[in-house]
Structure formats: structure tokens, C-alpha cells
């Protein structure tokens, strides 16, 4: 059978578009009936060749308007792999930035934070929903966010009116303070604004990116937490979108959204802005344990308070008692297994902390609302 041409309209170069494209490929290698066009080896076309080139289907990550309207003038089956920019009439797979922006939130208010910003680009469509999503779980939990929008799109991130405008809208805001930045380059701004004004990272100021672009986040000063896009599954999932289309088997214009992957931890979060030392110090023991089959009790073998003392004292601080922490733990752990990985529910429980699947079961969906298998078909 003669396979279908498929152009990729993907800059390499980026973890994340490099991420992409290796989920494409391995989709074709998994079920074939596609050949990549390549340009000098490189599986990858320029968008300036859009309009000449020939061949069955188009995967793309849209940047800008013009890019949006020419895939349209286009008229090839096409899947769009990005949201920097809304693109309604075209079928799209990207990560869900609302869960992102919540999962900054969550780390950054399990450290004991009570004030928080969120910086991104107005101009720019996941930049927004993800500052969304981290403002309403925020929020939600009673708290106050600022939002620092830089008013203009088509600038370059490294902008020196970028740092500018941060240097104007850092100072006024109280510390300790949590800031979510969209993106890992915004993220190593803030880092450098807060170098600029003095400000103390992560004592003063704690900060979480997005896409952990290590090369940029390893080399940050101090090295920068972020979370990263589950880059190589969105591939993998537009390029099934793309092949169920041109068979018929799927709507003209669909839209997933994938969770984030991980969070990975660095020195620029490495703090807990709890003023209670039993309380910080219970907080670490549990989040570094959570994997295990842990009790309250085994929390309370490294303080020297009593069990009645620090559930008052969790309560007071955060409003629920040692044991719905460890639970709660225990669950974000879960979830992140079901999302990523294909682990057995048996072993997903294991490595949870549980010590029955019925327990785990149980307190899965009294957690979530839905079932270990439910939240799996759902985010994979």
C-alpha cells in the first residue's frame, strides 16, 4: 500500500517541539501508513514552503495568526500541536495549561505561601490559560494572586522592556511570595529581576516555569523548578487525531487537551515558608515518604510533639490535620502514575503508599470522583 505523505510544520531545536515529533514518529513506527517529509534529513518543513508542498496531512504548532489563516488557506487535513494561539477551526492537541497553572499553584501553596503572582504574555493564548488556572485553585484556597501580564506578544522574551516591566511590578508585592511564570525563559526573568532587586530566591521570592527546558533551568541562578509538558504523548496523539481524520473516523475538528507531566524540584522552591518548625518539618518528612505506606505516627517519631499538638497545629495552619496531608500526598502521587505512566492499578497503589487496592480504591475516588481506570482513560 502506498503510504501518506505527513509534513511537519515543527521547529527542532526546543525540548518540547524535539518532544513532539518524537511522539509522531513513534505513532508512525507503532502503526505505519505514513512517510515523513524530510528536509536534509530533518523531519521538519519550513513554513515557507507550506503553500508548494504536496502530500496528505499536515501536523503543525501554531505561533502566529498568519500561520493559523495559511493552514486554513491550506486545505489538507491538518492537526495543530500548540496553544500559543487559539485556533477554533482546526483540530488541536496541546497540554491542558489549566492543570499546569494548578499544579504550580498546589507546590507553591504546599510550601506554605500565602501571597502569589502570575507572570506570562496577555498576547498569548496557553500564556493566559495558564495563569487562569493557577489563579483560580489560588483562589480557591482563599488566597490573593497578582497578575503580571507583559502587554505586548511579538517581543522577544528576553526582552530588556520585559525585565523592565518586572523590576516596576516585583517590588511592590509582599514576601514571601509564590510566582508561577508561564514559561521557563520567563521564569529565569523573574530570577534575574529578583537578583537585580535584591530579593533573596527562594527565602523572599520562591518561582515555578513551565516545559523544563534544562538547559535553561539548570543553569538558572538559583536552578529553576518547573513542570513539564507531556511533549512526546501530544505528538504521539495528534498524529492518531491526524490518521483517524483522513480515514473518516473522527470529527473535522476536534480538541484534546493533555495533562502536564512532572514537576521537578530545584533550588528556586527549596523552602518552606511555614513559621512553625513542627509543621515545616512534618511537611517534608510527608512529602518525601509519600510513596510509602506512612502513618501519623511515623511523622510524630521526628518531632517532639505530641499527636493532639500537631494535628492543632496543621489545622490552624492549613486547615485540615496531618493524615488528609499524607492522603492528599498520596493521591497527587497516584494521579501522576495513572497520567504517565502504564503501571498496573496493583502497582499504582504500591507506589503510592496504599496497602490494599481496595483502600486505595476507595480513597482514589472519594478524592477525585472518579475511579483509578476513570481518571486513566480520561488523561491518557
Known amino acids: 500500500m502506498t503510504k501518506k505523505r505527513l509534513g511537519l510544520l515543527i521547529h527542532p531545536g526546543e525540548p518540547t517541539n524535539n518532544g513532539v515529533i518524537r511522539g509522531v514518529i513513534r505513532f508512525v513506527q507503532t502503526y505505519g501508513g505514513w ?15 507550506l503553500r508548494p508542498w504536496q502530500g496528505d496531512g499536515l501536523i503543525a ?9 495559511a493552514l486554513l488557506d491550506k486545505g489538507l487535513p491538518v492537526v495543530n500541536a500548540s496553544s500559543r494561539v487559539e485556533t477554533r477551526r482546526l483540530p488541536t492537541v496541546c497540554s491542558d495549561n489549566l ?39 489560588v483562589i480557591r484556597r482563599g488566597h490573593r494572586c497578582e497578575r503580571l501580564e507583559f502587554p505586548v506578544q511579538r517581543q522577544t522574551v528576553n526582552d530588556l ?10 517590588p511592590p508585592l509582599p514576601t514571601p511570595i509564590g510566582i508561577f ?34 538547559l535553561l533551568c539548570e543553569t538558572a541562578q538559583p536552578p529553576l ?55 515545616a518539618a512534618a511537611l517534608v518528612f510527608i512529602h518525601e515518604h509519600a510513596s510509602e505506606p506512612i502513618t501519623v505516627e511515623h511523622v510524630l517519631q521526628h518531632l517532639a510533639v505530641s499527636r493532639r499538638t ?27 502514575l495513572l497520567a504517565r505512566t502504564d503501571e498496573q492499578i496493583v502497582m499504582v497503589a504500591a507506589g503510592s ?28
Open 35 to 49: 512517510h515523513i517529509a524530510t528536509h536534509y534529513a530533518v523531519p521538519s518543513l519550513a513554513w515557507r514552503s
Open 61 to 69: 504548532m501554531v505561533y502566529f495568526d498568519a500561520q493559523y489563516q
Open 99 to 137: 492543570a499546569i497553572g494548578r499544579m504550580a499553584a498546589e507546590h507553591l501553596m504546599g510550601l506554605g505561601l500565602r501571597y502569589f503572582a502570575g507572570v506570562g504574555r496577555g498576547g498569548l493564548h496557553h500564556d493566559r490559560r495558564r495563569v487562569d488556572g493557577f489563579e483560580r485553585a
Open 161 to 170: 522592556s520585559y525585565l523592565r516591566f518586572l523590576l516596576r511590578k516585583i
Open 181 to 214: 511564570a508561564a514559561h521557563d525563559n520567563l521564569g529565569c526573568l523573574v530570577l534575574k529581576a529578583c537578583s537585580e532587586l535584591d530579593l533573596k530566591v527562594p527565602y523572599d521570592v520562591a518561582v515555578v516555569g513551565v516545559n523544563n527546558y534544562e
Open 225 to 279: 523548578t518547573s513542570i513539564c509538558q507531556n511533549a512526546e504523548r501530544i505528538g504521539f496523539e495528534a498524529a492518531r487525531l491526524l490518521d483517524q481524520i483522513t480515514k473518516g473516523t473522527a470529527e473535522p475538528v476536534e480538541h484534546l487537551e493533555i495533562p502536564p507531566g512532572e514537576l521537578v524540584k530545584r533550588r528556586s522552591t527549596d523552602f518552606l515558608a511555614f513559621q512553625d518548625p513542627d509543621v
Open 310 to 336: 500537631l494535628d492543632k497545629k496543621f489545622c490552624e495552619i492549613l486547615g485540615h490535620p496531618p493524615a488528609a496531608e499524607i492522603r492528599s500526598s498520596r493521591i497527587r502521587r497516584a494521579q501522576d
Open 353 to 380: 503508599g496504599f496497602r490494599s487496592v481496595s483502600g486505595f480504591q476507595r480513597a482514589f475516588r472519594e478524592h477525585t470522583g472518579l475511579t483509578p481506570r476513570q481518571y486513566r482513560r480520561q488523561f491518557r
